[in-house]
């Protein structure tokens, strides 16, 4: 009998129309330092990740290409498939959704739900956003009917289409959430999820007749089943829902789902519904991380800012990047990608830290032993202090882990590495060396042996290739991730056990040779197109660009000071619509008595950040003279109400 605990992880499914960028290796990254962390507590892992090959993007996106949609994921489908290579992945299945396995299980739960009156024939006529495949509600679109999400313009759509009767599960999945605090994840999306369920859910469309690309639907071939209803199936597929029970019984009850904040009503409002419907388990947990931007813009292909992983890795190697996108930002919340933070956390955290105690320690074992461990010695009191240290560290990374609180178990690995690097200075080796006080120097390297045998074990899950280069530097057999938390004690080896000092782990970076090197890649500056000298470098955007920018009519209702912020202020706008909290970099230049009721100019589709611990949702607009003496507000000329789009 099988008596491991089970542990079911899921990433989303990546859209084949793409090339990978930081965002899909951000969420996979993540889920396979989740699951590596699981084995090493002993626990039975199935890790899922694969690609959502159907719907209307992928179907378009290949006859711009001259290719059939099936030609076009088989190729893509690589990209990603590759990339999880490089990155060291350790995923259990990769799901594709045009595989046969997921067209029977889609086709029978479409049936189930249909022969029990959860699935019904009707007509829908609405806004749809082709990129984003969606229907949008009138109260959401852009005045000019355009997306709330991409920006681009809606086609009115009308079709015959099945619908899943949605509305009907709301008030159990209300129940559901109640007992399970942390079925959303982390608590402010619960919070949004709980407050739209209490808003109501309306039915959903969920077949389509406008295109071929999908599923077909069991028994009416003209229509085919809509792509994220197609694609939500794939967790329960691939755990064997329709062909393999136990399988299913096995992880089921145990699966949790990373994705990022963009598709969590997907998840948390329309994916437990359907398990509902279909008499299932909703899910553990569904945890919703932030999106990164790239030194402070937006990530996108116009602007040609995209982080490509696979030039991450051949630059940095998969472990500093892996590193640095779990250490930079709480998972949960926006981060800012650039390299020259990625190069600032090797230099310090990975060649300083880790780096330093690896190989201070084998040298000494070198200098002192041959490199081969004395007998360990007996253990003083700093010696208990830092086994005591180890234990708590342990569940610390625990707690966190299990919170998916990736920086924070990060934070607590390295205070252990560092107390090892203080531990030397407090020790000073080399003086109980010329002393001849052979035994206390054995206890210290012993001990130091030690923290690095642990420490290994501990950064396994997140810089798996590291961690193996230490235990084969520090003599040991097999690989930390094969290793059991359980499993490891103080002192576990024979005397005499030798060591191999190999290759520093991580070579300084020299800053000055980087920069220089970034330069000479980074592509010349334009020339200008007269012989005129250009007064105001002026970058040209295309009309689309700026109208992806909502800009609009705002009053300003509050204005607080931020604690500790010289620059800062909170400020509660009002839209018409709704009102919004903005952060704005303006107090040097306005008192709040000179801000309060005025009418602005505020940018409201903008990222969300947090400054100074409080989020925005927005900027306000305002010139500058360029010397920072002084500031004005953009303010209409007239009377114009609140929400007026500017353009
Ligand atoms: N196919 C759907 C998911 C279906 S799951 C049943 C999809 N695919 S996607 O390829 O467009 O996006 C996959 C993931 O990438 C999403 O979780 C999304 O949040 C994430 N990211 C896309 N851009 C991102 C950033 N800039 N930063 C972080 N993650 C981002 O949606």
Known sequence: MNEKKSFYLTTPIYY?????????????????????????????????????????????????????????????????????????????????????????????????????????????????????????????????????????????????????????????LLAYYEKNLKGVMPRSRYNEIISFLKGGVRDQSISRTTLKWGIPVPGDDAHVVYVWFDALINYVTACGYLDDRKKFDTFWPEVRHLVGKDIIRFHCVIWPIMLLALGVNPPVSVFAHGWWTVEGEKMSKSKGNVVDPFEMVERYGADPFRYFLLREVPFGLDGDFSESA????????????????????????????????????????????????????????????????????????????????????????????????????????????????????????????????????????????????????????????????GKVLFPRIDLEEWKKAREAKAPAPAQPASEEPAIVHEELVGIDSFKAVELRVAQILNVEEIPKSKKLYKLTVDLGYEKRTIVSGIKEFFTPDELLHKKIVVVVNLQPAKLCGVESNGMLLAAGDGKKTTLALLTPDKDIPLGSRVS
Request: charged letters at 30%.
């Open 16 to 172: 084949v129309n793409d090339i990978p960028h930081i965002g899909h290796a951000y969420t996979t990254i993540a889920a396979d330092a989740m699951c590596r962390y699981k084995r090493m507590k002993g626990f039975d892992v199935f890790f899922l990740t694969g690609t959502d090959e159907h719907g209307q993007k992928i179907q378009q996106s290949a006859a711009a290409k001259g290719l059939t949609p099936r030609e076009l994921a088989d190729r893509t489908v690589r990209n990603f498939q590759d990339l999880w290579k490089a990155l060291n992945i350790s995923n259990d299945d990769f799901i594709r959704t045009t595989e046969e396995r997921h067209y029977k299980t889609v086709q029978s739960i479409f049936k189930k739900l249909l022969d029990q009156g959860d699935i019904y024939k009707g007509k829908y006529e609405g806004w749809y956003c082709v990129p984003c495949e969606t229907y949008v509600p009138e109260s959401s679109m852009g005045e000019d009917k355009t997306c709330p999400d991409c920006k681009r313009p809606l086609q009115m759509m009308e079709e015959e289409s099945y619908f899943f009767r949605a509305s009907k599960y709301v008030g159990q």
């Open 342 to 501: 990625v190069v600032g956390r090797i230099n310090s955290d990975l060649a300083n830290d880790l780096g330093n105690l690896l190989n201070r320690t084998l040298q000494m074992i070198d200098n002192f032993f041959q490199g081969s461990l004395p007998a360990s010695g007996r253990r003083g009191e700093r010696e208990e202090e830092i086994v005591q240290r180890a234990a708590a560290v342990l569940a610390e990374v625990d707690e966190k882990i299990e919170d998916f609180a990736f920086d924070d178990a990060l934070k607590s690995i390295w205070s252990f590495i560092s107390r090892g690097n203080k531990y030397i200075d407090e020790t000073m080796p080399w003086k109980l060396a010329k002393e001849g006080k052979t035994e206390e120097l054995s206890s210290v390297l012993n001990t130091l042996y030690d923290i690095l045998r642990l420490s290994a074990m501990l950064v396994a899950p997140f810089i798996p290739e590291t961690a193996a280069r230490i235990w084969e530097q520090l003599g040991l057999d097999g690989e930390p991730v094969n290793m059991r938390f359980d499993g490891f004690s103080w002192g576990d080896r024979a005397p005499g056990h030798t060591v191999k000092k």
